[in-house]
Nanobody
């Protein structure tokens, strides 16, 4: 069973930055399109950003121009650089492959943005 491990979250003031990492226990991220998702308290999980195996990217309108997704295939890791953070970015952030079925969801990493 492939394990996904998200890390890099924390508490930051509005306008600050964080870089999240997504690592997998197998090389599965290297050959799949990978997405970042987030879930705020009382809300559904929502799409944030995605990157294909070839490096093409896609973003939710709410994060365009502020977040950047990237990947390091040698390290089997996908990153999410988050700049100009806003309180509404507060959520637990998860990663997973885009194709179905999704992998088992990891624990996520908490991002809290204070105003």
């Amino acid at each position: 069973q492939v394990q996904l491990v998200e890390s890099g979250g924390g508490l930051v003031q509005a306008g600050g930055s964080l870089r999240l990492s997504c690592a997998a226990s197998a090389s599965i991220l290297r050959i799949n399109a990978v997405g970042w998702y987030r879930q705020a308290p009382g809300k559904q999980r929502e799409f944030v950003a995605a990157i294909t195996s070839g490096g093409s990217t896609n973003y939710a309108d709410s994060v365009k121009g502020r977040f950047t997704i990237s990947r390091d295939n040698a390290k089997n890791t996908v990153y999410l650089q988050m700049n100009s953070l806003k309180p509404e970015d507060t959520a637990v952030y998860y990663c997973n492959r885009l194709s179905s079925p999704p992998l088992r969801w990891g624990q996520g990493t908490q991002v809290t943005v204070s105003s």
